[in-house]
């Protein structure tokens, strides 16, 4: 077997989701759930997970030794030429992902000095708040 | 294990699981060690039960099993520190106890404040509520190490902490058992705010949850905010079937069928709120129960007690001090005095809750009530970039679909 991760964008042909009718948002999320399913079902599954919005996105870069990260909202890059690769994490807080990513961004390169590697750091949708 | 178990055997299992390992800690005086051995325990009788049958005394042979490895254990690490010439390992002492109930205990134990919530949360289940390792994985979308990684560090966190395996003391008392409701609150919500997405024991994350509030409840019948706590649950597990439609969208309160609400539940959590509420000392789950005693008592929505609602959430504000409770009680407001005010008291706990998606879920809906469609259009496309929730983005952007047809 072979793992592939398979990223989805917000580009796509037409109108963006927010100007779609009730029905057509409905059929897009039931096709989702839908493709979840027959894949788990085909044992091809490892796990699939929304992004929540790009306004809550932020890059870090290791803040040098001793030094917080540093983290920015931006710039973000193409995915093409900057997905290197990912680590999923479960944790407390926010910091602690930023501090994660400082780590990640930490790695050596040549002489082995850090190479400030660009971490973009998005949050995993998770569960709704309990209703009230 | 529970699949290759009957229910009754893994309820039974669960049940003994507290039970074997407080005398194992007590008589070893070694929880972790303890621990270990009983999880072994319980991984044995699902391998042998189902084979060899139940034994006449399920819990004399999970007693026996797990003694045997914990001597099992010790013994090794005796060896090893032979071979390392140190001390020869001293015979442990059991901790003192006077009476009191072990699970209890156990509970004190594992939501012991010092740890982190996800540690408190996994060692809970699995020393106290009897699950394996990759149940609780399962349930969470964690790898099995990650969670045997988080228990075994909450129990070395408990160790280096000096936590013992004892009552605490009059003057922790308070502290520790708002942090034992709090770890089975979280366990609840974790239930059934994802119910219906990936994760085959999600669901009866809350099951469990509330299985635990209820022990905790029996052991201690006095303590109103316990009472509150299960009745809270009850009464919200009580909607899980109509909060969520065919296609798992979320339905609001407003438009849920109340007919598919479980009215065995929700008879069981006003009667626990009701007599809570007679005691004195009202805490955040009592007003927090209250709150949902009064939507599940509401035959039709239209039919709800907002005043009553709104006076609890005032109550609510007043003990927690939380700024979310602040928007929950803007629309209770906006319910029992129009739109208007609750935008009012909206606009006070802004500076307090920047960027949070709910402030402008919010405001969509009470402009929507007062009337202005565009600018509800506009607020509830910006709570729907933001939400980290994808059941509630659905939501939002429904909600923002309707209207955006309707203003054109």
Redesign the interface.
């Known amino acids: 077997m072979t793992t592939f991760l398979l990223l989805k964008h917000y580009s796509g042909d037409g109108a963006p989701?927010?100007?779609?009718?009730?029905e057509?948002?409905?059929a897009h999320?039931?096709f989702q759930?839908e493709l979840?399913r027959e894949l788990a079902e085909a044992g091809e599954l490892v796990?699939?997970d929304?992004l929540?919005?790009p306004?809550?996105a932020k890059v870090v870069r290791f803040g040098g030794p001793d030094a917080p990260p540093v983290v920015t909202d931006g710039p973000f890059p193409e995915a093409k030429e900057f997905l290197a690769g990912y680590y999923m994490i479960?944790v407390?807080t926010a910091e602690r992902a930023y501090e994660i990513a400082a780590t990640v961004s930490s790695a050596p390169g040549p002489d082995g000095a850090p190479i400030y590697e660009r971490i973009e750091v998005r949050?995993i949708?998770?569960?709704?708040?309990?209703?009230? | 294990m529970a699949m290759r178990l009957d229910a009754d055997t893994g309820d039974l299992l669960r049940e003994l699981a507290p039970q074997v390992l407080g005398v194992l800690a007590r008589r070893s005086g070694d929880f972790a060690a303890a621990e270990d051995a009983v999880q072994e325990a319980l991984l044995a009788a699902a391998q042998h039960w189902p084979e060899e049958g139940r034994p006449d005394n399920p819990r004399g042979w999970l007693l026996q099993v797990a003694s045997r490895r914990l001597i099992n254990q010790v013994r090794s690490e005796q060896a090893r520190r032979r071979r390392e010439n140190t001390a020869a390992l001293l015979e442990p002492e059991p901790a003192e106890v006077e009476g009191g109930d072990d699970t209890l205990l156990l509970l004190f134990l594992c939501c012991h404040p010092d740890l982190t919530s996800a540690s408190a949360i996994a060692l809970t289940l699995r020393a106290v509520g009897g699950l394996t390792t990759a149940e609780i994985a399962s349930a969470f979308l964690v790898p099995e190490t990650t969670v045997a990684q988080r228990i075994s560090r909450a129990k070395s966190r408990i160790q280096s902490s000096g936590a013992i395996f004892s009552m605490p003391t009059r003057q922790e008392w308070e502290p520790r058992l708002q942090s034992v409701l709090r770890v089975l609150y979280l366990i609840f919500n974790e239930g059934y705010a994802r119910s219906g997405g990936q994760g085959v024991y999600r669901a009866e994350l809350s099951a469990e949850a509330i299985r635990l509030a209820r022990m905790l409840h029996a052991l201690l019948p006095a303590d109103s905010e316990i009472a509150g706590l299960l009745a809270l649950m009850l009464l919200t597990d009580a909607r899980r079937p109509a909060r969520t439609g065919p296609d798992g969208e979320l339905v609001p309160l407003s438009t849920q069928r109340r007919d598919l609400w479980n009215r065995a539940q929700i008879s069981e959590g006003v009667r626990l709120i009701t007599a809570a509420l007679a005691a004195d000392a009202i805490g955040e789950y009592q007003a927090q129960a209250a709150i949902a005693a009064l939507h599940d008592d509401a035959p039709d929505a239209s039919e709800t007690d907002w005043p009553q609602i709104l006076h609890w959430y005032g109550e609510l504000e007043q003990l927690t001090g939380n700024p979310v409770v602040t928007l929950n009680r803007a629309v209770a407001l906006a319910m029992v005095d129009g739109p208007v005010a609750g935008l009012t008291l909206l606009d006070s706990v802004e500076e307090r809750l920047p960027d949070h998606y709910r402030l402008d879920a919010v405001r969509a809906h009470l402009h929507e009530m007062a009337g202005d469609k565009p600018l509800a259009l506009q607020h509830f496309r910006a709570a729907a970039a933001r939400t980290t929730s994808a059941a509630e983005q659905q939501y939002l952007l429904t909600q923002a679909a309707r209207l955006g047809r309707e203003v054109g």
């Open positions: 989701m927010p100007e779609w009718t009730p057509e948002i409905t999320i039931r759930h979840v796990r699939a929304g929540a919005g306004e809550g479960d407390e949050e949708m998770g569960a709704p708040d309990t209703d009230s």
